[in-house]
């Protein structure tokens, strides 16, 4: 007789026959092993049978996700998503900068490898890992937050930057003519962190380190993550490394040539016993930041443009019959990496997740699923180039939202686009931009916000805010060395620094220290330019001790209304004093050094908007603004 259970079939024993001796233990490898790789500054046009041969045959030996997206559009928020299966926006990491200076603390939440780690994996990363904040400077320390070994990984070796100082090995001729830079790499042994550059090209000690961590021992499963630097810049191929001159865009495809052939290399090296039940994963981190190339789609790094989110994403794993070949027009997304994970393993990591399960995916379930993206641009420069802007996208089945909002706050291109017939995004429909409006604000109303000024001060070519802000008239600037924002009153109207976020229900707080007769405090609710702009302001005088609530439309106080500030609150002018608001509904409820100062109810109130700072009179510095929605 036969028994099928889990897929596997089993010959049962005659009734008469001998009593079969105990089981033994089921082979953990049961569980799948798991590659997960990325490349750096891919364009999704860049894999093609001659350009990428390996991953041209890993897409037939698995299935290609034509649809797949990254969750960002930059180095830094992308991996935070892929290693904690959240979107970015909800981790403070909305751009490069954000991420590597107030990023979320991601060994404090369920994640990618402490996941892998708690279920009996052997864990390594090898490669890029841009979590960790800058520390060419600083080195590792103890302070280093997210640091591979603290995430769940056994071991590591790569660039924990953003971008190498070279890809050349120690060796190479190049070296002496780049002054002798450093790759910038890191070895995790025996619990800390050494700095062990190669002699070896980048692309390829990468490559080396992770075949020589498949290949070993066949008795646990592993969790490997391949994270490669190419074909990010520097473009320096090994050829270019040894001196020979190639034009940018020649150098770099042979930088994708070289990772295409390692990547080969790596998956030759799974035993082959075990790759029918071994999960790879491809794809890269964002668009490319090249302009050589991108033939079918528009926009590329720094853009929430199909170019810039859109990537060649591939997975493989012909246990679960992800081994057709077949190209998926379901969306796939790098969020649905740790809980398609998630639902293999015995033990289960806690918290939400926004993505899907990638098999049930590939089934052509999801085609209505939802996308969001916040980015926050990476502008002005120290030399005065771009600006700060804040830009949005959201797709619903083939419909996708963009919408740009300028440094002053104001909504300056809102489209809808419907990819199926402009993938290129050339012509926006009408008639949906209401619908994906609302749904914008849905998902935004749900993202803390989290700024501590500190981080603004190392920020050098911050001039006027940090990035994702916009000023509504007032003077702002950093307060020199200090680790405050500093908000000056002027005659224009607004007078407010306001966060390019979203909040109907919130709660409100931040450290404001007054000097001299200053009103200062909160924006809540506020939207629209500098001469309409609207929105609650609630205002510390701590001169007089008193609290001002105002209710502003189109630039101009429309009503306002004041509270006493609690005696045992005990302000004073150059005492910081923590102010913080409740707006739930048409009521606001205000405390001053957490003693309830009163409430104020609307008789037509402003619904929803973004949260910020106010200074209506003299000037006042602010720290530590936390916002979370209700």
Partial sequence: MTLTVGGLTAIAPPANAAPAAPPAAAPSLQRPNVITIVADDLGYDD?????????????????????????????????????????????????????????????????????????GYRTAAFGKWDLSGPVSKVGINDKTPNRPDRLGFDQYWGTMAG???????????????????????????????????????????????????????????????????????????????????????????????????????????IPSDQRKNTIVTFVSDNGPQHSFGQRSLTGGKYTLKEGGVRVPYVVSWPAAGLNTGKEVRTPGSTLDYLPTLAKRMPKKPTGKFPGRDLVELAKGNGNDRELHWRYYTEG?????????????????????????????????????????????????????????????????????????????????????????????????????????????????????????????????????????????????????????HSGYGVTLDAKNSMITIARWRDGKDHRTMQLKVPAKAKVAPGRTATLRVVARGATLTVWVNGHRAGTWTDTDPVRAGSPGLRVVAGEAAFDNLVVKPL
């Fill in 380 to 532: 002005p420069t120290a030399k005065g180039k771009g600006q700060h802007a804040s830009i949005v996208a959201v797709r619903k089945g083939n419909l996708k939202y963009l919408r740009r909002v300028g440094p002053y706050g104001a909504v300056t291109a809102e489209t809808v686009h419907d990819l199926a017939k402009d993938r290129r995004e050339q012509t926006p429909i009408t008639g949906h931009t209401a619908e994906f409006r609302d749904r914008w604000h849905a998902w935004a109303d749900g993202l803390p916000l989290r700024q501590p000024f500190t981080y603004a001060s190392s920020q050098k070519y911050l001039t006027t805010h940090p990035v994702g802000w916009s000023r509504i008239a007032g003077t702002w600037h950093r307060s020199g060395k200090a680790t405050t924002y500093t908000g000056k009153a002027d005659k224009g109207a607004g007078r407010a620094l306001m966060s390019n976020s979203w909040y109907v229900d919130s709660d409100s707080r931040v450290q404001v220290t007054p000097t001299g007769a200053s009103r200062a405090g909160l924006a809540i609710r506020s939207s629209g330019s500098e001469a309409k």
């Fill in 163 to 269: 971008m190498p100082g070279t890809f050349c090995g120690r060796k190479a001729p190049l070296i002496d003519h780049l002054d002798k830079k450093s790759q910038g790499a890191y070895e995790l042994r025996d619990g800390k962190f050494h700095k062990a550059d190669s002699a070896k090209h980048l692309t390829s000690e990468t490559t080396q380190r992770a075949e020589r961590f498949v290949a070993q021992g066949k008795q646990q499963p592993f969790f490997l993550y391949l994270s490669y630097s190419a074909p990010h810049n520097p473009h320096q191929s090994i050829d270019v490394c040894q001196g020979k001159k190639f034009r940018p865009e020649q150098a770099y495809r042979q930088m994708v040539r070289e990772m295409d052939h390692g990547i080969g290399q790596v998956l030759d090296a």
């Fill in 47 to 119: 894999v093609s049978p001659t350009l990428t041969p390996q991953i041209t045959e890993l897409k037939k030996q698995g299935v290609s996700f034509v649809d797949g997206y990254s969750a960002a559009p930059v180095c830094s928020p992308s991996r935070y998503a892929i290693m904690s299966g959240r979107e970015p926006a909800a981790l403070n990491a909305d751009n490069n900068h954000t991420a590597r200076s107030v990023g979320s603390d991601l060994t404090k939440m369920a994640s990618l490898p402490s996941m892998m780690k708690r279920n």
